[in-house]
């Protein structure tokens, strides 16, 4: 047979698109690899009855009755979206309800924390404190950069400490060693900005407020104009030249005196603690050993309280901002701050390990609470909430609204494993519907309404209908095509998007909704649905 | 004898009865008595700022200097100002600026985009601690207005990414609404299925609604998640988006704006603020002109001159320039110095803008710049704050009014002091 001329070069195009389509694909593929083995025991014997037995005697002193435990499956979705920011795929779901092993969860939990998802997704969380969202200055800062290397740290199971440590006293060039983006990130206008650097590095990593002691003293706690001044100058001799951010040991760092407008020299210094901060070294170091010092409660209390609010969407101190924490030596303090310091002291104990954190909170009884607390009434759901005897309604942000959209339009898991395609479609979409939607920046971990453009963009958006509307790759078109029958059908559209199955009283309304056979008029239905899955409370709102 | 009025509105009946007929309907304005109806000073009062993204120079626009080392190949023109000049692209405006005032000394200390555009949409400086509102979403926020259903907040021809004017602090209700493309779609506005898909979509909606608040109802409520949809879908059968449609405008005022996307997003800002929307941005980009900044500025000039004019022109022919603030602002001006590339760099000091409308005065001339470009210093500096408090007073605002923020601290609307010139009675 004589193939015509016209045809050869699409032929030519099909094989070379094959050929880099197959290059392109992630060889290393290990989806497969079974669960690992349970280090769940000594998890729970060492840690998690410490935490839970403290959040036991919170509820009996408040006498709250905690909430039943919830259905493992909604411990999945909260889960994957605390630690990839989206909720679990079929393909996940469908190997979860498949594993009947002890200790499920801890193991699910163990093995997404092993999943490059997770250290990209917690770098950009983490990456949000450290240096903001901001673009910066291109030429001195390269944010992409920074969260790279915060993912690697995590990947590799860095200790948290030394993380700070190097963000807070590393040298060199922003392109080279990244971490350096920390402090380069606070160039503006030309000049690095101390004040900046001073209030980030307490906010970031003790989570306290500072930064109004910048002008005055401050208004209700004990900090002075003067503590801050000494911050800045542990920052002023920190210069910029082409080897990159250094120390310049001679410069002396002064300030303009408030009052006299003379220049005064100001030497660095800390706003307490003062026997932590080592009086040899360059004032960098000296700051990074004052901030991670072993004797530094804040430093626990503030990656604790704030890996906490990663885990469940809000602090651990549910009426404070997630870095504006009490002092932990004021008398006043309050039980459940006294619940974050064992928390944090179990996090040190335990070679500051992030992902050893992670676990102990997910594997805690709060974490895994139901959200509905049918005993509990209305005026008591408040208390309960804060003291988290019940898990709270708490709406999901933005990249957790797309990526769940995303996961939700395919059947196979989103990962690195996925396509080149896809993963690039899968940034530049999310990017977009993150624009759209207002990115809440470095405040992410406020409680936040919904808008109304929000509502608009996900009911009319060009995404949404990109996502439901039937395609031969989206999981409308094989849902629609794979089900026996309607009931089949309304059930894998829940579990897609809102990792459950319908209800009876679900299946009675909606099932009639499903054409009976397979084919066309069966796509229609099944994109309807999608769409009121998708626009659904339960879908924008972790419970 | 029948009052005046009684006669009118049975006439505008009739008339809506024979355009619904013709399927011209979108041609009556809107029925609403409130803010569309009203004209002249007694309109609840707006504001438009036109938004030169990029950092326009203030020596190509309203502060030049021909003739000199700084100058460039800019010449100036004669404008119905007396004794004021403007670069010679803007012709149209040059028309129209005795309705306008000139500020030709603003300063700031921001000369980073992404800083100096916070700094010039809030009135403050980037702070880590706090996202103070932009001026368009105080406004919004303090003169709400229950008789529009659309969004009070709107930001038109591009507002992305940090450019897009937010609600900060006073909640995200307050961000800009966003329409990339003014008179092209209306984006989001409208379903993307027929009537009976979209009845069974909403209806399968409430079903899954319904179980998500079985058991805690008021805690369901409290999301507020059905409450924004139920507005949303309000919203996107309301009349007054028609405001948002261009097509019912005379093909020669159209013209009149230019065929630009900026000239038909103030064109839309006309019809926004008839329909009483509350802040309105329009946005050009393209002002960073490191590089070859005088073909760049007229490039620019031959977008901007049409639209202002005629968007000034249209204000004052439907009434509404006395209660539309007019605002023609960027993050910042551009060095006096040329570089090498025949480009000017970023100057966040000595820069201008052009202000009007809203019951301030017009025809004034503030501040000047060295026509030398040796000091860095104008004569009769105006800070943005202060700037921004004649903004809000103008419209009535107690720009001094403490919010307590999401972290505690009492923050003014504005820290500045409004200057009294533009607020005394022309």
Redesign the interface.
Known sequence: MRIPTAVWPLLVIGLVTSITSLAIQNPVRDRERPPQPALAADLRKNSVHALDGQLERLWTAHQLVPAPAANELTVLRRLSLALFGTAPSLEEIRRFEADQGPDRLERWTAAMLDDPRFADYFAERLARAFV?V????FILYRRDRFTHWLSEQLRTGRRYDDIVRELIASDGVWTDRAQVNFITAAY???ELDEN?LA??TV?AFLGQ?L??AQCHDHPFSHWKQHDFEGLAACFGQTRLSLVGIHDDPGRTYSIEDRMTLEPRAVSPGVPFGPEWFPTEGLPRQRLAAWVTHPENRRFERAIANRVWALMFGRPFLTDR?VD?LPDPDDAADSVEARILDELGRDFRAHDCDLRRLVQVIAASRAFRLD????ELP?DA?DDAECRWAIFP?V?LRPEQVIGSMLQASSIRTVDQNSHLVTRTLRFFRERDFV??F?D????EL?D??????????R???EL??ELTDANPLNSTSRIAGAAATPAECVDVCFLVC?SRRA?P??HA??DA?IPKRPGQPRH?AVA??M???F????F??N? | MEPLTRPAAVDRRSLLRAAAALGVSFLVPGLSARAAAKRGPERPKSLITLWMQGGPSQLETWDPHPGTTIGGPTKAIRTTLRDVEIADGFPAVAEQLHHLSVIRSLVS????H??GTYHLLTGYR????V?HPSLGAILAHALPDAGVEI?MHVSLAGG???ALP?GGYL???F?A??IADPGQNLR??????GEP?QA??????E??????RT??E???A?????A??D??LA??SSEQLRAFDLDGEPADLRERYGASRFGRGCLMARRLVEQGVRAVQVVLDGFDTHAENFTGHRTQAAILDPALAALVRDLVEHELLDSTVLLCIGEFGRTPRINPLDGRDHWPSGFSCLLGGGGLASGLLIGATDPTGASKDPSDPVSVADLYATILSALQVDYQQEIIT??G?PIALCEGRPIERLLAAP
């Open positions: 903001g901001e673009a910066g200055q503006a206008n030309d900046a209030g980030r906010r407020r930064d109004c901002a504006d959200s509905r607390h049918l209305d759901v309604l709406r624009e759209d207002g809440p920046g470095e405040n406020s936040r309404t919904g808008t109304i453009p929000q509502a608009l963009l009911m009319n958006g949404s209908k809102l209800t009283a679900e309304e909606l909704l229609v309807d649905l769409w009121a899955l626009n659904a409370p339960e924008s709102w419970h | 200390k921001e000369g980073d992404e800083r980037p702070d880590p601690t996202v969004p992305a990414g940090f937010r909640g995200d209700d961000d609404f966003r989001n506005l409208r379903a993307r299925v898909r069974r979509r909403q209806a399968a909606l079903a899954v609604s319904r179980e998500f058991g805690r008021a805690r369901a409290a999301t507020l998640h059905e924004t949809l507005k949303a919203m996107m999401p972290i601290r």
